[in-house]
């Protein structure tokens, strides 16, 4: 009989992934979102929260991304929070909308949320984009 031993939680745990800028990519990168939560031990509704945000972040990088580019997800949570970081090269300065409907959603999800577009590069023949949010565990819905 096999038998489980309970191990020490480490003071944080870290993942990244790179994905082509496919909106067909979408599917997997929501599934790696809702399992990292998951084995952070985030309740269903803390687990939903950062996977819908980071579809929104996604989706709007993947579709203003330069052709051919890829999409990075860097996921790092601890005891109260879950950071997560979408990097991307833009092929537009103006490729995210922080005054449109799905800005809202996001900075209704999460408990901070930045986003920096840099100068144009050359070399990527774009703008390099990050977005960042955190979602805390335990954090109430209504405010």
Known sequence: MTEW???????????????PADLGQLTMLRALAETVALIADFALDEVTDVRVALDEVATALIVGA??????????????????????AVAADSEALDEGGFGW?????LTESLTAHTGSFDRASGGYPTVVEFSRMRGEGDDG
Do not use: N, W, Y
Not at 7 to 17: H, L, Q
Not at 66 to 87: H, N
Not at 104 to 108: A, D, E, M, S
């Open 104 to 108: 809202h959603v996001l900075q209704t």
């Open 66 to 87: 330069v052709p051919g580019s890829c999409l990075d997800c860097d996921f790092d949570f601890d005891e109260q929070r879950m950071r997560v970081r979408v990097t």
């Open 5 to 19: 031993i309970s191990r020490e939680k480490t003071d944080t745990s870290a993942i990244g992934i790179r994905i």
